[in-house]
């Protein structure tokens, strides 16, 4: 072997230097070389070339070891880093130094430095100045790291505390890792969504990772089947099998089944990833997604759930879906307030061939439904309302969000979703839908249900189209040749 070129090589790449690591095999019970899976080397690589990474994973993927792999190379191979370990209790943190300090110990001669100048339980320091500190929850916020690796980060008992206490020490130029599996009993936690800001909106500093179970190559379908019967025994639900062993990110993120309205089980039957399109047509709508440009002769529905539009209110929603294939084809969300909501409704609406709308009536609804009605662009529906004999009443307008009417709007959803009769491509809607609740159809305490209400409000326009009325809509738009095509009602 050629000492220098191969400590040339290994300086370059970090993927290169991985031959030269052990790790530790539980099942054969020895110190082995660290063979890379392709999705290990790619994992690698992204780390190597992003200063901010969260990583959601499977597990058993040899995530750990590989973080500590670029830690070690770091000691190596670059001036004096310094690196800090948490994880989510301090004796698993002192555990990651442990695994480190051996891995430094099985490589060649010719990689290690001059001698080892500390070892401890939470200290490993190497004379060339690199330095490996193994640190609790509380700790961080003294300490400047070039590397800060949080492992089982969605575990960490307060991360948004140790994020604030670390992330200054190295906004100087460090690196912060975050890897771990999902905790499904916090639907809402700082990792969870951290990695759906990163990965769905393509939002602030972290550059996403996933890995699903097939990332272990001699995992088969055969062998999954085996675990989700062997995990399902155990609670009745699939919660189990997502947390650990994911096929996706949207089975990672769903909330537990149990006590849903809409099991998750259902909703990925009709999911379907779609990117959406840049359409040079589509209105200026801040926050508008669109996943299917209309279709001359097609006619669409707008569910339209608003807010009050503060910063600390839900989103004001809106869900499109195409009448004659129940697709959902288009999507908006932010916070504002009815009148400005009502607006971007028309605009929409008139580019989906001046589709009809179905407005949730709530207190925000009344304000929605006021403000459509004076603009005149597009048509009101009729929905559900307490008084039957007045569904007739233009002042009846909209979908009324008492009990009965969100029991309505979420067996119709569910017994679509059942059938797969309804075709989604919104990860934020699905995951909202995954989890209302089966006693209040509303979502948990911190969670948000606006575009899961806006999705059902569509669904039931057109469910309902014939109940409440003929003809279904109520007022004209403006110019009766563009008008919506009431013969479809």
Not at 130 to 136: F, H, I
Request: a negative charge.
């Amino acid at each position: 072997m050629d000492e220098k070129l191969e400590w040339l090589k290994c300086l370059y790449s970090p993927v290169y230097f991985a031959r030269y690591v052990r790790i530790y095999n539980a099942t054969l019970r020895r110190w082995i070389p660290f063979e890379l899976w392709p999705a290990q080397q790619q994992a690698l690589t992204d780390i190597a070339t992003h200063r901010y990474i969260v990583m959601l994973k499977a597990r058993q993927l040899g995530m750990s070891w590989l973080t500590l792999t670029y830690a070690l190379w770091m000691m190596v191979f670059h001036p004096a880093p310094k690196i800090m370990l948490m994880s989510k209790r301090d004796d698993e943190s002192i555990e990651l130094l442990s695994r480190i300090t051996q891995m430094y110990e099985y490589l060649p001669d010719c990689m290690k430095v001059r001698a080892v100048t500390q070892k401890s339980a939470h200290d490993f320091v190497l004379s060339n100045g690199s330095g490996v500190k193994a640190l609790p929850t509380s700790g961080g916020r003294s300490y400047t790291a070039n590397l800060a690796v949080l492992d089982e980060a969605d575990f960490m008992p307060d991360l948004n505390k140790v994020l604030n206490a670390i992330r200054p020490t190295i906004d100087a130029g460090g690196q912060l890792v975050m890897i771990s599996t999902v905790d499904k009993e916090k639907p809402l936690s700082p990792f969870k969504e951290i990695f759906r800001s990163a990965w769905y909106d393509h939002e602030g500093d972290y550059h996403p990772i996933f890995l699903d179970w097939r990332a272990r190559p001699e995992r088969t379908e055969e062998w999954r089947a085996k675990i989700a019967v062997d995990m399902r025994k155990q609670t009745g639900t699939n919660d189990g099998l997502y947390q650990e062993y994911p096929d996706n990110p949207e089975e990672a993120l769903a909330p537990i089944e149990a006590a849903k309205r809409i099991p998750f089980e259902w909703i990925k039957g009709c999911y379907q990833p779609l990117e959406p399109l840049t359409v040079a047509a589509a209105p200026a709508v801040p926050n508008l997604t669109v996943y299917r440009s209309p279709v001359p002769g097609r006619h669409y529905v707008i569910g339209a759930d608003p807010a009050e539009g503060n910063p600390g209110s839900d989103d004001s929603a809106g869900s499109v879906l195409d009448a004659d294939t129940w697709e959902e084809v288009a999507v908006l969300a932010g916070k504002w307030e009815p009148k400005v909501f009502a607006g971007f409704i028309d605009q929409v609406g008139a580019w989906y061939n001046y589709a009809a709308v179905m407005p949730e009536r709530n207190n925000h609804g009344h304000a929605l439904i006021l403000a459509l009605r004076e603009s005149g662009v597009l048509t009101i529906l009729r929905g559900h309302s307490a008084d039957a004999e007045k569904e007739q009443s233009t002042e009846r307008l909209g979908w009324l969000s008492n009990e009965k009417g969100k029991t309505l709007m979420y067996d119709n959803l569910a017994q679509l979703v059942l059938d797969q009769s309804i075709v989604l491509h919104d990860s934020k809607t699905i995951n909202q839908l995954a989890s209302i609740e089966a006693k209040t159809k509303r979502a948990p305490d911190g969670m948000n249900d606006d575009a899961a209400d806006a999705l059902a409000l569509a669904a039931a326009a057109l469910q309902y189209r014939d109940q409440f009325g003929e003809p279904a809509v109520i007022i004209p738009a403006p110019d009766p040749l563009l008008a919506y095509d009431r013969g479809a009602w």
